[in-house]
């Protein structure tokens, strides 16, 4: 038995609150993931029971090359890790490595309606950017995420603001259930941050920056170099206009000011009294240079724990270990519930 499972059992007293999250696997991670996600789950380590997975069985409602999700699966897990995911503190694993995901995703899609999975905008995004693979398991991605964050009685789900109608899916999935087989779920609520919610693509702010953007000039990667992020910040489109302040109309310049803030904790009326009468060139090389020093620590950690095999494989056992084992736990009494014989 590991010591997280020995952890949580001890915690039983004044049991902390369970966080849920994941990123997939699709790409290298994003300033969105970061500023999105990875930053905030860091300062929730010691007030919460974390559970952060590598959310590769999503990733394939996608096609993916299998040696680069194999590659991407790692560095996701270094990139957690390097960002500041403590794997003594928080549970840091690979959701394939635990099969109840799968499991009990099937159950939750025989309780979710066609209807309430035609509206995700998710689904419609992408299958328009993937017609060619608009395939089930793209159109039921959001019962999967609702057994990702069920299985562990997940009170919080720390999201970007893409993902809130995915959690108040779950919410609904884990509200019925509860209704016809008694109380079993935990409903869970989203997790947001006021600045870096959503990060915008480089090159058309009107998008979300994503890792599988086919343009890499949209993203910042985390693990880039200086210079290349310092570039392409520098030739992120903007607007006609030349006064650096938010605005409707300004999303270029509202995204680089929101960047901005994320990393210098700076609200956005002092940033619009720091760049008055300055232009916008200035902006944007004081945003590349706070968002390159900002992932400076990452980055150098990332190299040294990416290297490191043997590290990053015992990570992923023992946190398959400890998420199993809550998992199961979850498993069992859901298959009771619905009936399911068991056999001693
Ligand atoms: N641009 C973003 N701004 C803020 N948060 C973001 N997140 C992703 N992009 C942004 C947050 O990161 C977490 C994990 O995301 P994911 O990788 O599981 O899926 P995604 O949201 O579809 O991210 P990508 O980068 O756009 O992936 P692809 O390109 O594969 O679709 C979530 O908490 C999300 O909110």
Redesign the pocket.
């Known amino acids: 038995m590991s010591e997280q499972i020995v952890n949580v059992q001890e915690n039983k007293e004044e049991p902390k609150k369970r966080i849920f ?7 290298v ?5 970061y ?4 930053k905030n789950w860091v300062t929730l380590q010691d007030d919460y029971e974390c559970l952060y997975c590598v ?1 590769d069985l ?2 394939i409602t ?1 096609r993916q090359v299998p040696a680069d999700l194999r590659k991407h699966t790692q560095e996701a897990l270094a990139l957690y890790i390097a960002c500041g995911i403590d794997p003594e503190k928080s549970c840091v694993f690979v959701q394939s490595h635990v099969p109840a995901h799968a499991e009990l995703s099937w159950v939750l899609g025989c309780n979710t309606m066609f209807g309430e999975l035609s509206r995700m905008t ?1 689904f419609k995004d ?1 299958s328009q950017k993937h017609a060619d693979n608009v395939n089930a398991g793209l159109f039921t991605y959001p019962v999967l995420m609702a057994a990702d964050i069920l299985l562990y009685g997940t009170d919080l789900v ?6 809130k109608q995915h959690v108040e899916l779950a919410r609904d999935i884990a509200g019925r259930f509860n209704g016809v087989y008694s109380d079993t779920f935990t409903v869970p609520e989203p997790f947001f941050v006021k600045t ?6 480089l090159t058309d702010p009107t998008k ?6 086919p343009n890499p000039k949209s ?1 910042v990667s985390i693990i880039e170099t200086r210079d290349e992020t310092i570039k392409k910040i520098k030739s992120a489109v903007t607007d006609s206009d030349t006064a650096v302040r938010y605005a409707q109309g300004k999303d270029g310049i509202n995204n680089l000011m929101s960047i901005y803030s994320s990393f210098t904790g700076k609200g956005y009326d002092e940033i619009e009294r720091e760049f008055d009468g300055k232009g916008y060139g200035e902006f944007k090389a004081a945003v590349g240079e706070v968002c390159a020093d900002g992932l400076e620590s990452v980055r150098n950690e990332y190299a040294r724990l990416v290297k490191d095999k043997a590290y990053l494989e015992e990570v992923m056992k023992k946190g398959a270990d400890t998420a199993s084992y809550l998992a199961r736990k979850t498993l069992s009494k859901v298959y009771r519930k619905v009936g399911f014989y068991s056999v001693k």
């Open positions: 999250s994941g990123v997939q696997p699709s790409g991670l994003t300033l969105g993931n500023l999105g996600a990875i959310v999503h990733a996608v998710q992408k720390p999201v970007g603001a893409d993902q870096g919610m959503k990060i915008y693509s979300k920056m994503s890792k599988s953007d993203y």
